[in-house]
């Protein structure tokens, strides 16, 4: 195979290593000499994110140039590789902490206390003595687990799609590193399972339920042949015009080095089985009140008590449920909770889709026509617009079982990369009339896709990182956008859709804290997020699964969409007569990915500008 010739460059050993070469080498390179600026640290603590997780060069479009060599390389996911990133980011906190951040411009000491709290978050959660911290990767910064692999979580539910929607193809030169990183994706394989053995020991067992779901997704994967994974065939089809067989390479890799490592992870987790046990909260693991603390704090970007959480999302309930009656009365939905009216509004056959693939393509020409839409109105909502480029594209079918019913984000840096809103299409029932449009908006337009174009005008460090209760407070914020925008006016059945969307969101406040604070079984959690809010009991089971592998990243939603509608509140009140609805709009997002507390003060001072003008 032509790809054995730089195989040394992926192993465990040889990937930390360059990694730290790499990571001083950039920085010398960049001045000579020790530092000249306090700027200068954050070219450093830029090298050390692409070269601690490679991923990200790819995925935000600067793998080429100086960034190059790491388009062959992947984030070194073994124990070793772990610690070495570890010891990198505490040695960068170190530097940060000693800059005066006072003596500095506003944007650059803007930027430096949001790195900073990035990489304090980063570090404490390494303190933790287990779990997968991923606050500094772009790619899955959002996903912080106590799991090395779930059915969220790990290598193989990531990898394949990354390569899928991040590695681009131009060349010979560009499918040969496709070929290195398989060969790096069977030793992140084993990297994980070394963890998940070292986890193992230390009492870090993914509950029964979970560990069944995936076993199963790998099992599934281990039971195809190689030529139909979706890792071969994506190269595949990518080089399928340069006369050389890049997809029977792939094949024969993945027979002959991911196919071994999938199973040995099956056979890890296969021996942790038996001590499994129902428990799905965090608290059951060692130190378990501790790393929700921490899991919290950093999906919140804010110190609330998981008290505090649970009761926030019961008054938000209470709320919405209060503004969703007087629409189900109208529509003639008078008796039960509101929970049991939208249960029986979601049977309605006029706001399903049809089964199976005649279903799947209504869905994603439903999507097409929304999204139409709402491009059209994007004016009424910013001064400063953006491209909004982007692709809708189903979820691999081997993942869909573990997957989310939708997710999305921005292509790369130099917009020759689309973004992505993914949708889970295993089952047609995921989705109705009614809810699909504000999920459109929350994914995509404009939301997650649109936002993250407004990060490609930040210094690039600040396109690397995302704070979970940023991005996700905005996509909420996104569908009150279009709610204000009048996309209901004709369709009060859809603005159901859209406030159930947000008492969704507050539920997950209730259930989050619920299993991981307050002992919650699987089965209660269930039980009240669908008597509570009247939601699809397949979508909720695949959300509390997703809770119990993630915690606290579920919190994220309502506790950012609450601060961004109370700084609006405050802006109006301080500014009046000057307030304007666009012009907030855009600081928000031309703020760029902060902290809640960052959020705060980005906010205050467009206030001041704005009485100036």
């Given at each position: 195979m032509s790809v054995s010739r730089r195989t040394l460059l992926q192993t465990s050993a040889a990937a930390a290593a360059t990694s730290a070469l790499a990571f001083t080498g950039c920085a010398t390179q960049s001045t000579g000499t020790a530092p000249q600026s306090d700027m200068d640290l954050m070219d450093q603590a830029t090298d050390l994110i692409l070269n601690a997780y490679p991923e990200t060069a790819s995925s935000a479009g600067i793998d080429t140039g100086k960034y190059r060599y790491l388009k062959s390389q992947l984030t070194d996911r073994s124990p070793a590789g772990q610690a070495a990133i570890e010891s990198d980011v505490r040695a960068m906190l170190a530097k940060l902490n000693q800059v005066d951040t006072a003596a500095l411009p506003e944007d650059e000491a803007l930027t430096f206390d949001v790195v900073r709290s990035v990489f304090e978050t980063t570090a404490e959660g390494f303190d933790l003595p287990y779990g997968d911290?991923?606050?500094?990767?772009?790619?899955?910064?959002?996903?912080?687990?106590?799991?090395?692999?779930?059915?969220?979580?790990?290598?193989?539910?990531?990898?394949?799609?990354?390569?899928?929607?991040?590695?681009?193809?131009?060349?010979?030169?560009?499918?040969?590193?496709?070929?290195?990183?398989?060969?790096?994706?069977?030793?992140?394989?084993?990297?994980?399972?070394?963890?998940?053995?070292?986890?193992?020991?230390?009492?870090?067992?993914l509950p029964d339920f979970l560990m069944e779901k995936t076993l199963g997704q790998l099992r599934d994967t281990d039971a195809k042949p190689a030529k139909d994974w979706s890792i071969v065939k994506t190269l595949a089809t990518k080089t399928a015009e340069f006369g050389t067989p890049f997809?029977?390479?792939?094949?024969?890799?993945?027979?002959?080095?991911?196919?071994?490592?999938?199973?040995?992870?099956?056979a890890a987790l296969e021996n942790l089985a038996p001590r499994a046990t129902s428990n799905a909260g965090v608290w059951a693991l060692p130190d378990g009140d501790a790393y929700y603390d921490?899991?919290?704090?950093?999906?919140?970007?804010?110190?609330?008590?998981?008290e505090e959480v649970h009761q926030m999302g019961l008054d938000e309930l209470k709320e919405l449920h209060a503004q969703m009656d007087p629409i189900l009365r109208s529509a003639g939905y008078t008796t039960g909770s509101v929970g049991e009216r939208m249960t029986a509004l979601s049977k309605d056959p006029r706001y399903q889709f049809s089964e199976g693939d005649k279903g799947r393509a209504e869905i994603m020409a439903f999507i097409e026509e929304t999204l139409t839409d709402i491009r059209g109105r994007m004016p009424e909502a910013f001064e400063t617009l953006v491209p909004g480029f982007l692709e809708v594209t189903r979820i691999a079918p081997e993942v869909e079982a573990g997957a989310p019913g939708a997710y999305g984000g921005a292509g790369s840096i130099d917009g020759k990369k689309p973004g992505h809103f993914w949708i889970n299409l295993r089952t047609t029932d995921l989705h109705s009339k009614f809810s699909l449009p504000d999920l459109t908006y929350h994914e995509a337009i404009p939301g997650h896709v649109w936002q993250g174009e407004y990060t490609f005008k930040q210094p690039l460090i600040r396109s690397l990182l995302a704070f979970n209760a940023y991005s996700e407070g905005w996509a909420l914020y996104a569908e009150q956008i279009a709610?204000?925008?009048?996309?209901?006016?004709?369709?009060?059945?859809?603005?159901?859709?859209?406030?159930?969307?947000?008492?969704?969101?507050?539920?997950?406040?209730?259930?989050?804290?619920?299993?991981?604070?307050?002992?919650?079984?699987r089965e209660e959690a269930i039980d009240w997020f669908v008597t509570n809010n009247g939601s699809n009991p397949e979508e909720v089971r695949s959300e509390v699964d997703r809770y119990c592998a993630w915690p606290g990243q579920a919190c994220g939603y309502k506790v950012g969409h609450s601060a961004i509608v109370g700084l609006r509140a405050k802006a109006k009140a301080e500014l009046g007569d000057k307030f304007d609805y666009r012009r907030f709009n855009d600081a928000v997002v031309l703020g760029g990915s902060v902290p809640m507390t960052v959020l705060g003060e980005v906010i205050d001072k467009y206030i001041e500008r704005e009485k100036r003008a």
């Open positions: 911290v991923a606050l500094l990767n772009s790619n899955w910064s959002y996903r912080n687990s106590p799991y090395v692999v779930a059915q969220n979580t790990g290598a193989f539910v990531e990898i394949p799609s990354f390569l899928d929607s991040s590695h681009a193809i131009e060349e010979h030169s560009d499918a040969d590193s496709y070929l290195l990183r398989m060969e790096a994706y069977a030793q992140q394989l084993d990297g994980e399972t070394a963890r998940v053995r070292e986890n193992g020991e230390k009492g870090v067992i997809g029977e390479r792939a094949a024969l890799l993945a027979e002959q080095k991911i196919r071994p490592a999938i199973k040995r992870q099956i921490w899991a919290l704090k950093a999906s919140t970007t804010t110190n609330m008590s998981p709610d204000e925008l009048g996309v209901y006016d004709d369709f009060p059945i859809g603005r159901l859709g859209y406030l159930q969307s947000l008492a969704f969101r507050a539920c997950r406040l209730v259930v989050d804290t619920g299993l991981h604070a307050k002992r919650w079984t």
